[in-house]
């Protein structure tokens, strides 16, 4: 039978610790005493293995928010804040930048959620959850988010190689009210139908002016009136004898002979221009019945497009037709009619859709493609815009004081896309009504 060894071990351990208790107070002792503590860090920050961080902390940015940054903005936490860029003396406008380590597709999610989930009104978001601008509304404030990838070009090895841009724009219209739909008309349709187009019911508080733009309208002269085609030239001297054909923006009269006599009648004409010749025209062969005249807006009055702002020299007549009805703005429910591009090219169908209201002086009846192709018989009437169709349609009903007939001529294509020339637009102007009840150019100023 072999020996017991646990004496030898009982005797082992009695020297280790013998050791240690003598040198309880040496530095070997420290060092191993050190070595078995716990470490700092953990215990300052106890963590429990196995449970993720539910916090995002935002990411240190030398760069500051300013002091009157909105605090209803959502701002995502894993973005660092590159820059901050005020806009000019005349908007109360702020650009802020942002970069984030996270996909773009994360960013537009979180995003959409903050803005379906707490009340904001949403004009303009991306397809899809990828990349793409968010433009939001609430009360005063005006946001625009746009979220993009970028390509990090002195990224650290170990680093990603990509990003996210997250770009911040809002403006803050503090001192003025925010634009609310009119909820007391009673007439079908209702402005708030996104469909609608035509004319609001006369209940719509509007601020009238005691002399609109077209009442002081002198004259003009043209000089180059034998570039108008024929059969719209004596439309165009009678538009200019009642001087609603202005080339320039009303501004300041001390600029007087900076005023053009060339009419250019071949030149493409804006929107901005086409607005402002539609209500001087209308006010004018309606000087003497206020009833179907446009009121133009006052500088008091909340902007309804965002790039029309009442400094614009513009902004009487174009806010004019928006609170009127006669042009799609998210007054008439059109929530994605927040840009008037007041300098792009009007369109064929553009016109109609704004001057076809003003001839029927009602809602315009219910249209579809099959109703328009059967009346006007146009081959590509599939490409004609959705809300336009009603405005072709009555326009058809108009008999020989179409505008289509009268502009256009006889013709099996619309091109709905194609921009419209000066002379056309006054060619357009020259009649307003439906066929045996109008006015002509030609008629009111007879009435002068």
């Not at 008309?185 to 402005?191: E, G, K, T, W």
């Amino acid at each position: 039978m072999l020996p017991s060894k646990r004496p030898v071990i009982f005797l082992s351990l009695a020297i280790v610790l013998s050791s240690l208790t003598a040198c309880a107070n040496g530095p070997a002792a420290k060092n191993l005493e050190n070595s078995l503590a716990a470490d700092p860090l953990l215990q300052s920050n106890p963590t429990v293995f196995g449970e993720a961080k539910t916090k995002e902390v935002a990411i240190a940015s030398t760069v500051k928010l300013p002091a009157d940054f909105p605090k209803d903005i959502p701002i995502y936490a894993n973005a660092k804040l590159e820059e901050v860029k005020p806009g000019n003396s005349s908007e109360n406008k702020i650009l802020t930048r942002w970069l984030s380590s996270d996909p773009s597709n994360v960013i537009a999610s979180y995003y959409r959620t903050q803005f379906q989930g707490n009340n904001w009104q949403i004009l303009q978001q991306p397809k899809d959850d990828t990349d793409g601008t968010f433009e939001v509304q609430r009360n005063n404030l005006l946001l625009k988010v746009t979220i993009q990838p970028k390509s990090v070009t002195n990224a650290a090895p170990n680093q990603p190689q990509t990003a996210t841009e997250l770009i911040i724009e809002f403006v803050n219209n503090t001192a003025t009210t925010p634009i609310q739909p009119n909820t007391n008309l009673s007439a079908v349709p209702q402005p708030e139908n996104p469909q609608f187009i035509g004319p609001v019911s006369p209940n719509v508080n509007v601020v009238e002016q005691p002399i609109n733009q077209s009442d002081t309208s002198e004259p003009q002269e043209f000089t180059d009136l034998n570039k108008v085609p024929p059969e719209w030239r004596q439309y165009i001297q009678d538009l200019a004898k009642l001087g609603v054909l202005s080339i320039d923006s009303q501004t300041s009269k001390s600029n007087s002979t900076a005023t053009t006599n060339q009419l250019e009648p071949n030149k493409i004409i804006t929107r901005r221009e086409y607005a402002r010749w539609l209500v001087a025209a209308n006010n004018a062969m309606y000087s003497n019945n206020p009833a179907k005249k446009i009121r133009l807006a006052s500088e008091s009055n909340q902007p309804a497009f965002r790039d029309i702002l009442p400094k614009d020299p513009d902004f009487p007549a174009i806010q004019g037709l928006a609170e009127a009805g006669l042009i799609p703005s998210p007054l008439s429910g059109d929530a994605t009619a927040v840009l008037f591009r007041p300098d792009a090219p009007l369109t064929r169908e553009q016109l109609l859709v704004w001057k076809v209201p003003l001839d029927t002086r009602q809602a315009l009846p219910a249209a579809n493609l099959e109703a328009v192709k059967q009346t006007w018989g146009f081959q590509d009437t599939e490409k004609i815009d959705p809300k336009a169709l009603r405005a072709v349609l009555a326009d058809f009903q108009n008999a020989e004081q179409a505008n289509i007939r009268r502009v256009f001529g006889y013709t099996t294509l619309f091109q709905p896309k194609k921009p419209v020339t000066r002379a056309e637009a006054g060619a357009a102007l020259w009649y307003f009504g439906t066929q045996g009840e109008g006015m002509s150019a030609t008629e009111a100023l007879k009435l002068k």
